[in-house]
């Protein structure tokens, strides 16, 4: 069972990335899919989920009308489209699987290693 992120990198403040979350060794089916965002030094932080079944999505305020989650289930993976970036959306991201979505993830089972997303101002 592994969760693998792609897509950080280093961008301008307003610019635009978009994160990627394959799993391998089980679907996404049934499960809730987070994406969780820790800075060093800080507590890792909820993002944003989906219910890969039925597709319902959830923000937290600080992301709100930037991210958008979803998912594509022919390919198994889930999608963070990030929209005018800040520098404090500077973190590394880690998308997770589980059973249900809290702010701090205890709900989730499955951790992949993170991606590292760097906004410069």
């Known amino acids: 069972v592994q969760l693998v992120e792609s897509g950080g990198g280093l961008v301008q403040a307003g610019r635009s990335l978009r994160l990627s979350c394959a799993a391998s060794?089980?679907?996404?089916?049934?499960?809730?899919i987070g994406w969780f965002r820790q800075v060093p030094g800080k507590e890792r932080e909820g993002v944003s989920s989906?219910?890969?079944?039925?597709?319902?999505?959830y923000y937290e305020d600080s992301v709100k009308g930037r991210f958008t989650i979803s998912s594509d289930n022919a390919k198994n993976t889930v999608y963070l489209q990030m929209n005018d970036l800040k520098p404090e959306d500077t973190a590394v991201y880690y998308c997770?699987?589980?059973?249900?979505?809290?702010?701090?993830?205890?709900?989730?089972?499955?951790w992949g290693k993170g991606t590292l997303v760097t906004v410069s101002a």
């Open positions: 989906i219910s890969y079944n039925d597709g319902t999505t």
């Open positions: 060794g089980f679907t996404f089916e049934d499960y809730t």
């Open positions: 997770a699987a589980g059973e249900f979505y809290t702010y701090y993830g205890e709900g989730m089972d499955y």
